[in-house]
């Protein structure tokens, strides 16, 4: 086994770990403890856990790229995880809202504390704009979907070596966590799993977590990468 495949495995572990933790520590107390809400509030413990991940993600990924690292797809893949660590920290606007005194706007009643706000005001409203502005919504539509043909198209070749190096599958699989995570902290936070489930702020909070350590992770591995033969 590589050494890419153990640390996929080791941030598998971690994760799981960190994830038990949160969730036995959160249930094994009261409703009314003060631990839950130290644990799933804004600007608690795991919410600034998980803004200190994503900011370690972001340095470290600039780190590499003020080092240099040698192999393109590497390099282009630290850029990625760079820029996502940087706008992961900054997404929530919430962290430290109350101790700098910031003023959150508002739009259509969804205040807007955070990057992925914009998709629940996209859920919450889009179905309206769209059926105020039907046609210009289908023209949209269509344009979009022959950019996105034409760009598979033009980078065929390259996407298919990306795909069938076997190098690179560690981090293809790190970063398939990292969507599937903050995929599942964007359905809670919407509200669809309510109906089930009033318990769910806690995962929320543990799935946006996971995605920081998931980046962490991922630029160690282009570190260690880069230091082999």
Known sequence: MSDAARNVRLFLLVV???NAIGLVTYFSV????????LLEDEDGLIEN??????????LCGAALLLRGVHRRFDRRWTVLVTVLGLMGFLDEVS???????????????IKLDAAHDLIDWVYYEGPLV??????????????????????LIRLRRPLRELACERR???????????????????????????PWS????IVEELFELSAGIALVFSNYIVYRTSEGP
């Open 198 to 201: 009033e318990e769910l702020p």
């Open 130 to 151: 769209v059926a105020r502005n039907r046609g210009l919504y289908l023209l949209g539509l269509v344009a979009a979907i022959l950019l996105a043909a034409v760009a």
């Open 16 to 18: 799981m770990l960190v």
């Open 30 to 37: 009261p409703e009314s403890h003060p631990v839950r809400d």
């Open 49 to 58: 856990l998980s803004a200190g991940a994503f900011c370690l993600a972001f």
């Open 168 to 194: 690179n599958y560690p981090l293809y699989v790190l970063m398939l966590f990292f969507v599937g995570f903050l995929a599942g902290a964007i359905t809670i936070d919407l509200g669809i799993l309510d």
């Open 95 to 109: 962290y430290g809202e109350r101790l700098f005194d910031l003023k959150i706007p508002m739009l259509a009643k």
